[in-house]
């Protein structure tokens, strides 16, 4: 394989991509060369900085620039707006970098379906390249560790899918091989993601929730917490990401609300999810409910730029105390 066949080029550099990239520098082709770009430059220097004794990493002006020189591109941004940006854009979008159908495309960023859609229809139209839906779970922690779960708009990998398995070889990189989920079409791996993000960040507010309640009646939130451990409560969110400060020594809440993933993208996940209700003909009724504590946690200066766990201080803040 030539080295221009092995190049990668990685496109958002925020709190997940960076530990992505980092995961894909240190475990690609010593030969090959990362292209990255995010909208800060100072990140992209920093990280060229970091990684410079492990291969070669070279900071790009574009998406277009990123994806000329690539055999690869990865990619994960806030949003579909910048989705569409970081693709289609005119003058600096990858559908300008230039016809290569072999370019393999994998998009990361949590947005709509139908949107997902979109996009790979006009990238495949220019013969830019296959574009798959790819988001992720996991977490900030994952993405550092390299084992984060992937919802995949593609088949399982067989012998006469030479895609899929270049698909599997590139995630593998950032992910746990025993959880990538192939979900056989494009916008299907989103579909699952936002199904279950529409869990997490719901269950997150009932965990901020109950665990209040306890602790305002008087229970210690160690035991209240360990109760709920071994009763029909257990959630993965109370274990890994409760609330409560000092009861999960590694969750964010112990860690100052150290981000895992920022109170106010709580806000575009159940947005999407509401969405997805009732493209689907579900009325999504605790997702409603829940987006709108988090719409008022996200203004809230004690949430704001935190992990969304903070909701708790939200709600336990002084001016929701009980009446005497």
């Known amino acids: ?8 080029a990685f496109i958002g550099l925020g709190a997940m991509g960076y530990g992505m990239a980092r995961n894909i520098r240190k475990r690609m082709p010593p030969t ?3 292209y990255i770009y995010d909208v800060s430059k100072s990140v992209c220097e920093r990280f060229c900085m970091e990684l410079r004794g492990i291969g070669h990493s070279v ?6 620039e990123a994806a000329e020189a690539s055999h690869t591109v990865i990619s994960i941004v806030p949003g579909v707006k910048e989705v569409r940006q970081v693709y289609l854009d005119a003058e600096t979008g990858i559908i300008t970098a230039g016809r290569n159908p072999s370019r ?3 998009e990361c960023s ?3 379906s139908q949107g997902s859609r979109d996009v790979a229809e006009q990238l495949q139209l220019a013969g830019a390249g296959t574009y798959i839906d790819t988001p992720v779970s996991g977490g900030v922690p994952a993405a550092n560790q390299g084992t984060l ?6 088949s399982k990998p067989s012998s006469t899918d030479p895609v899929a398995q270049r698909l599997e070889a590139v995630v593998s990189m950032m992910g746990d091989p025993q959880k990538l989920f192939y979900c056989n079409a ?3 791996g989103l579909a699952a993601k936002i199904s279950n993000n529409y869990l997490s960040c719901s269950i997150l507010l009932a965990v901020a929730e109950a665990m209040a309640i306890g602790v305002r009646s008087g229970v210690d939130p160690k035991l209240l917490h360990e109760i709920i451990h071994n009763s029909t409560g257990q959630t993965f969110m109370a274990d890994n990401v409760q609330p409560v400060p000092g009861v999960v020594p590694h969750a964010p809440s112990s860690n100052n609300y150290r981000l895992g993933f920022k109170t106010q993208m709580m806000i575009k996940d159940l947005s999407l999810s509401v969405q997805a209700g009732y493209a689907t003909g579900i009325h999504p009724t605790v997702a409603e409910a829940a987006l709108r504590v988090y719409e008022k946690a996200a203004v809230d200066p004690q949430c704001i730029d935190r992990d969304g766990s903070s909701v708790y201080l939200h709600l336990t803040s002084p001016s929701k105390e009980p009446a005497e």
Request: aromatic share 4%.
């Open 104 to 106: 393999l495309i994998l």
């Open 32 to 34: 090959a060369t990362l």
């Open 149 to 154: 779960s992937f919802l995949i708009g593609h």
């Open 110 to 112: 949590t947005i709509d």
């Open 1 to 8: 394989m030539s080295q221009t066949m092995e190049n990668i």
């Open 59 to 64: 900071a790009v002006n574009s998406p277009r």
């Open 186 to 188: 494009i916008g299907a």
